[in-house]
């Protein structure tokens, strides 16, 4: 069974202050995708990384997937209160099996005060 | 352009009663699918769809049905509600078969069973 773990499970910190959420495992994703979900809404997709090593960039948010495409990161640098949300990582099985399922990490509860 | 709907948004079941979740996508996706999210757990895929007559079982299977008879509709129906069912429940979809695809999720049914 492909598991991803996903940590910290919690981080609460300053506006302006700089973070990182990691995403594990010891299967092989053909790609990985992370979500932000509000409270009371369905995830929406942020990113999704394919290439081992690919680093991608949305604004203040930087997405890395590991060389091997086992893990992956994602940054965030000075953080706003508009940042707070969970943040799920997702793995899409290697060599497309089930359809291409996704496999979800437990998620990162993000909480940035002014 | 709708998204994927979802209905309803809240339900209180009693131990045993029946129901059927609703989901609906306008995107004229083939790929729909169901998730359950419960606290610290993520989400886990419970049923899937490629297309029109063809489900398949996710990681949590039991106890639900599902059944894709147009494009458009994927019902997620509960036989007999347990308390362990008490969760929330978000349909996605996607535009193919393959990995890379971004999932667009509903924005959830909150289902508590007493």
Redesign the interface.
């Given at each position: 069974t492909q598991l991803l773990e996903q940590s910290p499970q919690f981080l609460s910190i300053q506006e302006g202050e700089n973070l990182t959420v990691y995403c594990n495992s010891s299967s092989v994703f053909s790609s990985l995708q992370w979500y932000r979900q509000e409270p009371g809404e369905g995830p929406v997709l942020l990113v999704t990384v394919v290439t081992g090593g690919e680093v991608k960039k949305l604004k203040r948010l930087t997405f890395q997937f590991g060389d091997a495409r086992k893990d992956s990161s994602l940054h965030i640098t000075a953080a706003q209160p508009g940042d707070t949300g969970l943040y799920l990582c997702a793995g899409a099985s290697e060599g497309g099996g089930s359809q291409g399922n996704l496999i979800f990490g437990k998620g990162t509860k993000l909480s940035v005060k002014p | 352009n709708a998204g994927?709907t979802q209905t309803p948004k809240f339900q209180v079941l009693k131990t045993g009663q029946s129901m059927t979740l609703q989901c609906a996508q306008d995107m004229n996706h083939e790929?729909m699918?169901w998730?359950r999210q419960d606290p610290?757990?993520?989400?886990?895929?419970i049923h899937?769809s490629?297309g029109a007559g063809i489900t398949?079982q996710?990681e949590v299977p039991n106890g639900y049905n599902v059944s894709r008879s147009t494009t458009e509709d994927f019902p997620l129906r509960l036989l007999s509600a347990a308390p362990s069912q008490t969760s929330v429940y978000?349909c996605?979809s996607k535009g193919d078969?393959?990995?890379?695809?971004?999932?667009f999720?509903?924005?959830?049914t909150r289902l508590t069973v007493l």
């Open positions: - | 994927v790929y699918s998730y610290g757990m993520g989400l886990r895929l899937y490629v398949d996710g978000f996605a078969s393959g990995s890379y695809n971004e999932q999720f509903g924005p959830g």
